[in-house]
C-alpha cells in the first residue's frame, strides 16, 4: 500500500470522531507548549542574568554579612567600608548602601506611598555605574554632615513632579524635609529591583534619621559595593577586603561572617539556581509530553477495539497486517504531529505573551521548535506502535464476527 | 486430469489441544470447477463456517492441502493470504459490511487500495469501481453512504466491491440472510447473472430455496460433506438431512 493511501485512510479514521481526536491531542498539544515556553522562559533569564553582567560591570566586587553564621558578633557596618576605603589598593571607589523601611514622599499635594530609601555613599553613582541625569549626586561633606538632600530616581522625579523641574524643590519623607540636589538617569528594573522608583539619600542621614529606634545598631550597612580599577585587579582587592574585615571582626578568614563575592559569582549562582529551574521544567514538561503519548495509546486502543469489525473487514478484501499496522501507527502519528503543530504554535505565541505581557522575560530557543516536535513525533509512534500491533494481529474470523 | 479452481484434499481444521480436541473438519475433499455455482449447507456446528472461512482464506487448514486457482495455499503465511483474498476472491457477507464513513464508491475501491500487485491510479481505481457498480444497477448511487441505501442496495454495493479486483471467485455468506424475500431474490438474481457470465461462486445459505438457484448443493454435517448433489445425491436430500 502506498504511504498516501495509508495517510489518506488514517486521516479519514480520524475524521471519524473529531472532537475525540482533538481531546487525544491536547497533551501533546499542551506537552509541546510548555517545552517550548519552559526553555523560552529560562533563556530570557538567562539573558536577563547577562545584561545584569554588563550593566554593573565585571570589576564589582560586592560585600555583604553572612547570614546564619553562628556565633557571628559583629555585622557589617560603616566603619568596615571606611577602612576598605582607606586600605585597600587598587580600587576606584566604595559605596556603603543600606536600605531602611519604605516611606511615604510628599511634595506639594503628591504623595508616593511606601517608596524604597536607598542610603548610600557618595561614589554611589561610579561605583554602581548609574550616573545623575540632572543636577549632581551629594558629596562626602554633605554624607558627613547627613545632609538633608535627596536624589531621585527618574520615575519618582516624574511622579512627584511632572515635567516641573525638581531641583531644589522640598520633599517630605516620613516627617523629614530633604532637598532634591539630582534625578538619577533612567536604568528601569535590573533584577527585580525598580532603580527608577527608589530615592538616594546620604547612608550617614539614613543612620540617624531612618534607622527605626531599637533596630539593628544603627551603623549597619546592608552592602558594601566595591568597585575595582580593573577587572584584572579584583582577584586581589577581594585577597585585601578579606584580610582587613577578617582582622576587624576578629574572625579567621577560612569563616568569615561576611561575604565577598564579584559580580560573576552572583551571576554563577543565579546561573547554577536557572539551569536547576530549567532541567526541572524541562522535566514537567516531558512528562506532560509522556501523559499525552499515554492519552493517544488509549484512545488509539479504544479505537481499535471500536473498528475491530472494520479491521476484520479490510483483512478479508486484502488489507496485510502490516497494512492495518501503518494504518493505525500513521492516526497515531498524525495525532501527534498535529499535536505537536499546535503546541509550537501556542507554545511560540505563549513565549511571545509572556515576555510582553507577563513580568518574566523570554527568549524563544530556536532548537526548541524541532526538539518538541521531534519528540511529539516519536512519542506518536512509541504510544501508537503498541495499539497498532494490537490491531495487526487481530484474527480476521473473530474480528469480522466482533460486534 | 480436470483441472479444478478449487480441490481440497483431506483437510481438517482442528481445534484445541490433545485430550479435548474438536475436529471442525474431519477431512474434506471438495473440487469446483471453474464457473460452478455451488451451494453449501448444513446446520450451525457442521463445520461449514470452517470450510468458508478456510475456503475464504482467512483460515488455514490443520493437515491436508487446499489448491485455489492452481496454487496450494494451506500453508501460505498470513500476508501471502491476504495478497490471495485480494486477488482470487471477493466476499459477499450476510451484514454487508460497508464501510459507514465511505461512499459507496470508496467502499468499492477498497479492494484495489489493498492491491499490492499493481499499483491503481486514483483515477484508474475510480473509473474500475465505478463500472462494477454500475454492473450491479447502482450506477446513480456512486455518492451514497451506507446509512442512504436500502439493505438490498448495500448488498449490491457490497457485490460490487466483491467483484471490483475481478477475482476467479465469489464467496458468499448467507447472502440474503439479512433481506426480506423479494430483496433476497433481487440479489440472487445478480449472482445467477454472475454465473452465467462464467463466475464461480461458492455460497453459504441455510434457505433451501435460495441454495436451488446453485446448480450444485453440497452439504456438511460433521465436518465431512455429507451428500453432494455433483456426486449423485439430491438436493432434496440435503433438505431432509436440515429439517
Known amino acids: 500500500m502506498k504511504p498516501t493511501k495509508i495517510l489518506r485512510s488514517a486521516w479519514e479514521g480520524l475524521m471519524l470522531n473529531k472532537g475525540r481526536s482533538f481531546l487525544t491531542t491536547l497533551g501533546v498539544i499542551i506537552g509541546v507548549a510548555s517545552v517550548i515556553i519552559m526553555l523560552a522562559i529560562s533563556a530570557g533569564t538567562e539573558a536577563e542574568i547577562a545584561k545584569q553582567i554588563n550593566a554593573l560591570g565585571a570589576s564589582l566586587v560586592i560585600v555583604s554579612p553572612s547570614r546564619g553564621v553562628p556565633g557571628s558578633a559583629r555585622t557589617l557596618i560603616y566603619d568596615d567600608a571606611l577602612a576598605i576605603a582607606e586600605e585597600v589598593v587598587g580600587i576606584a571607589g566604595v559605596s556603603a548602601e543600606q536600605a531602611p523601611p519604605s516611606q511615604n514622599i510628599k511634595a506639594n499635594d503628591t504623595m508616593l506611598e511606601a517608596i524604597p530609601l536607598i542610603g548610600t555613599s557618595p561614589e554611589f553613582p561610579l561605583v554602581r555605574d548609574y550616573p545623575v541625569a540632572l543636577g549632581r549626586y551629594f558629596n562626602q561633606a554633605e554624607d558627613d554632615r547627613k545632609a538633608k538632600v535627596v536624589v531621585l530616581g527618574s520615575g519618582i522625579a516624574r511622579d512627584l513632579f511632572g515635567v516641573d523641574d525638581p531641583l531644589g524643590r522640598i520633599v517630605t519623607i516620613g516627617t523629614t524635609k530633604l532637598t532634591v540636589i539630582g534625578v538619577m538617569q533612567s536604568k528601569g528594573m535590573v533584577s527585580d529591583v525598580d532603580y527608577d522608583g527608589r530615592v538616594y539619600i546620604p547612608v550617614n542621614l539614613v543612620f540617624a534619621k531612618f534607622i527605626p529606634v531599637m533596630n539593628i545598631g544603627p551603623d549597619r550597612v546592608r552592602t558594601i559595593y566595591v568597585k575595582a580599577e580593573s577587572p584584572e585587579k579584583i582577584d586581589s582587592v577581594i585577597t585585601q577586603i578579606t584580610a582587613i574585615l577578617a582582622e576587624r571582626h576578629d574572625v579567621d578568614v577560612s569563616k568569615p561572617d561576611f561575604s565577598v563575592q564579584t559580580q560573576q559569582d552572583i551571576i554563577n549562582t543565579q546561573e547554577a539556581t536557572t539551569e536547576a529551574f530549567r532541567d526541572l521544567l524541562a522535566w514537567v514538561a516531558g512528562v506532560s509530553l509522556v501523559v499525552g503519548g499515554i492519552g493517544i495509546m488509549n484512545i488509539m486502543l479504544v479505537s481499535v477495539t471500536e473498528r475491530t469489525r472494520e479491521i476484520g473487514l479490510r483483512q478479508a478484501l486484502g488489507a496485510r497486517p502490516t497494512d492495518v499496522l501503518l494504518q493505525f501507527l500513521m492516526e497515531a502519528v498524525i495525532l501527534s504531529l498535529v499535536g505537536g503543530l499546535v503546541g509550537v504554535v501556542i507554545g511560540v505565541g505563549g513565549s511571545y505573551l509572556f515576555g510582553k505581557f507577563g513580568s518574566m522575560q523570554t527568549a524563544i530557543v530556536p532548537l526548541s521548535i524541532p526538539l518538541a516536535f521531534g519528540a511529539a513525533a516519536i512519542v506518536g509512534i512509541f504510544f501508537g506502535y503498541y495499539p497498532a500491533v494490537q490491531a495487526a494481529k487481530l484474527d480476521p474470523i473473530v474480528a469480522l464476527r466482533h460486534e | ?243
Open chain 2, 1 to 243: 486430469m480436470e483441472s479444478f479452481l478449487i480441490e481440497t484434499k483431506e483437510m481438517t481444521k482442528v481445534y484445541g489441544e490433545s485430550d479435548a480436541t474438536i475436529f471442525a473438519l474431519a477431512g474434506v475433499n471438495l473440487q469446483v470447477k471453474s464457473g460452478e455455482f455451488v451451494a453449501i449447507m448444513g446446520h450451525s456446528g457442521s463445520g461449514k463456517s470452517t470450510l468458508l472461512n478456510i475456503l475464504g482464506c482467512l483460515d488455514r487448514p490443520t493437515t491436508g492441502t487446499y489448491m485455489l486457482d492452481g496454487r496450494d495455499v494451506s500453508q501460505l503465511n498470513k500476508n501471502q493470504l491476504a495478497e490471495i483474498r485480494n486477488q482470487k476472491l471477493g466476499f459477499i457477507f450476510q451484514s454487508f459490511n460497508l464501510l459507514p464513513r465511505l461512499s459507496a464508491l470508496a467502499n468499492v475501491m477498497l479492494p484495489m487500495f489493498y492491491d499490492s500487485t499493481e499499483d491503481i491510479s486514483g483515477a484508474d481505481a475510480r473509473s474500475r469501481a465505478i463500472r462494477s457498480l454500475e454492473s450491479v444497477g447502482l450506477g446513480s448511487r456512486l455518492d451514497h453512504y451506507p446509512n442512504q441505501l436500502s439493505g438490498g442496495q448495500q448488498q449490491r454495493v457490497a457485490i460490487a466491491r466483491a467483484l471490483v479486483n475481478h477475482p476467479p471467485l465469489i464467496l458468499a455468506d448467507e447472502p440474503t440472510g439479512n433481506l426480506d424475500s423479494k430483496t433476497g431474490a433481487e440479489i440472487i438474481e445478480i449472482l445467477d447473472s454472475l454465473h452465467k457470465n462464467g463466475t464461480t461462486i461458492v455460497m453459504v445459505t441455510h434457505e433451501p430455496d435460495i441454495a436451488q438457484h446453485a446448480e450444485r448443493v453440497v452439504c456438511v454435517k460433521d465436518g465431512l460433506i455429507s451428500s453432494d448433489s455433483d456426486h449423485g445425491s439430491s438436493p432434496c436430500i440435503c433438505e431432509k438431512e436440515l429439517a
